[in-house]
């Protein structure tokens, strides 16, 4: 449980390259003397270049939302992992549910890609949440520990130090309908448990977990409340002027 929160921006498909460079230039002289937070944000792709440019000095890193899992070939229309560090990110953010609904990526496909991402020196937001039926089925804790168990297969005590997992109910993706502190709390300490269970105490206490869904100015502060959150993954409200 990290005393800064991780605080990363999810800007999906939003902003073209002019627009990305003058938001960052008005955002960063927000936080460039006072930031007591750790600051993510994930541009689209063909923006990366551009800010990691005006990004330079300010206590802003930068990340991708996506990256194929091999490290280069044959892929057309894809993105690899050395191509997005050389671009300036830090961090990735894979298994994203909107990637795993409308690309169909399954937990398989994104542990091939975690392994890439870390074996980069990437850090990687692994994003994970259950669906509104699933919830309402009570199966969002076998979901939690399914995801986990299969997306982080074969990634060692070095490789788990470099990931961050973001909960993220798909039902409050976007939807303006988040989980309540002690929804989100209760989830994130079913993730404690099995990070304690599949590697030890310390990656338990020591891995960053962060909420994501319809986080915004207003619950934010509720959210970050409570002991097992550790920041938050932000969609909409991240890149509203
Ligand atoms: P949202 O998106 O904040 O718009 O709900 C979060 C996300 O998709 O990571």
Redesign the pocket.
């Known amino acids: 449980m990290a005393a800064k929160k991780l605080i990363v921006a ?1 800007w999906k498909m939003n902003k073209t390259a002019k627009e990305a460079a003058s938001f960052i230039t008005d955002f960063k002289k927000l936080v460039f003397n006072e930031n007591p937070n750790e600051i993510v944000i994930c541009p689209a792709f063909i923006c990366l270049n551009e800010s990691k440019k005006l990004l330079k000095g300010a206590k802003i890193s930068l990340g991708a939302q996506n990256m194929h899992f091999e490290e280069k070939g044959a892929f057309t229309g894809e993105i690899s992992a050395s191509m997005i560090k050389d671009a300036g990110c830090k961090y990735v953010i894979l298994g ?1 549910s ?1 990637r795993r609904n409308y690309f169909s990526e399954s937990n398989e496909l994104i542990n091939k890609k975690v392994k890439t991402a870390l074996k980069n020196g990437l850090k990687v937001i692994l994003c994970i949440g259950e669906s509104l039926r699933q919830r309402e089925n009570s199966e969002t804790m076998n979901i939690i520990q399914n995801q986990i168990d299969n997306c982080l297969k074969t990634v060692g005590g070095e490789g788990i130090r470099n990931v961050i997992i973001a909960y ?1 109910p798909v039902w ?3 939807t303006g309908k988040n989980a309540t502190p002690e929804q989100a709390e209760e989830a994130h300490q079913h993730i404690r448990k099995i990070l304690a269970e599949l590697y030890n105490a310390i990656v338990s206490k020591d891995t960053r977990i962060i909420y ?4 915004n100015a207003d619950n934010s502060k509720e959210l970050f409340s409570m002991e097992n959150i550790d920041g938050a ?5 991240s890149f509203v002027v």
């Open positions: 999810n994203h909107e993220e409050a993706i976007g994501g869904g319809s986080v993954l932000i969609g909409g409200d």
